[in-house]
């Protein structure tokens, strides 16, 4: 730090003449840097004093402007809106697939009112909302992120020929142009996401499931870990992946296959916000009924424990459901998977373009 003093006229002027990162000027001119605030403040007998500092917001503002951090920021505020609003129906839902209480979805309803009162409706949905918001912004981030860079290769290896693999004097050329960047991208997602996050999942049923045994996250945190180990936070995790792999894959396929179709057919190159809702709702439906035999699975490893009857794997658990409930057990829950999974699939791109749009708006990147 460097003091400046001068004399003359007014009298004495102290004045600072830098401070670490910004350069000061008193009486001559200030060229701000990039990302910099100029503040002006007075001092004795007239004199002015110019600091520059950085400026937080515009800082901020150019973070928001890399794409990918906007996706992510937006499939994270999607989640946890959506959620917030939907958690009652979670609940039902989760009670249902895993075969507590009742099988009728007003019947699950007033158990739970009468059991646990209003606020049984929202259990576990602190552990929902933190299992959600980093789902949510992975998923949608891997899966924005994935399908851009396959694109971007696909345009290379029309350029310069795909991928080949050598064995002796054979050459095989990998057809990957083949593929859909959309497919490909919404099973990334899938993947990537439950890797991450499958021990919130897990918290969160068990939560919802027997909130008496677990009647918070870290007393349930400490119950699994005791009881199971860490591998008691990744149960059910092959199933889970499993089910995901053609759900996230036809979920994601359906929705831009869907979108892409109603924008060319209507020619439009948006669509607003009900079109949105409607659209993710029947891509969730779809995606969900293809797959809801495994999702079925996947509770009854998850849960089982709890009523002493956990099945050794997936497949058992499938069987074990069959034997007992024929088909239809299949797809127990399914009507309160699908009342549930509409609103929350329609909700969450409704929310999640309207973010991104915000997020990427020509005034961020003045």
Known sequence: MEDAVRGGGGGTKLAL?????????????VTAGEDLLVVGLPVPRGGGLDVRLPDVG?????????????????GAMAGALAKAVLAPLETIRTRMVVGVGSKQIFGSFVEIIEQNGWQGLWAGNAINMLRIIPTQAIELGTFECVKRSMTSAQKKWKEDGCPKIQIGDLKIELPLHLLSPIAIG???????????????????????????AYPSIA??????YRTDGIGGLYAGLFPTL???????T?????????????????????LNRPELLVIGAISGLTASTISFPLEV?????????LQGKCPPHMIAALAEVFQEEGFKGLYRGWAASSLKVMPTSGITWMFYEA????????????
Not at 297 to 305: D, N, S, Y
């Open 58 to 74: 515009a800082a901020f503002r150019n973070f928001l402007r890399n794409r990918e951090v906007a996706e992510f920021v937006s």
């Open 250 to 270: 036809c979920y994601y396929f359906m929705y831009e296959t869907i979108k892409t179709s109603y924008c060319r057919a209507k020619k439009k190159k948006s």
């Open 219 to 224: 007393i349930a945190i400490n119950k699994i």
């Open 297 to 305: 699975a996947r509770k009854q490893l998850m849960v089982g424990a």
């Open 242 to 248: 499993v089910g995901m792999l053609p759900y996230s």
């Open 17 to 29: 003449a830098s401070i670490g990162f910004a350069d000061v000027r008193v009486g001559g001119a």
């Open 186 to 212: 919404g099973a990334a997602a899938g993947i990537v996401s439950t890797l991450a996050c499958h021990p919130l999942e897990v918290l969160k049923d068990r939560l919802t499931v027997n909130r008496e």
């Open 355 to 366: 973010w991104k749009d915000l997020l990427m708006a020509p005034q961020l990147k003045t």
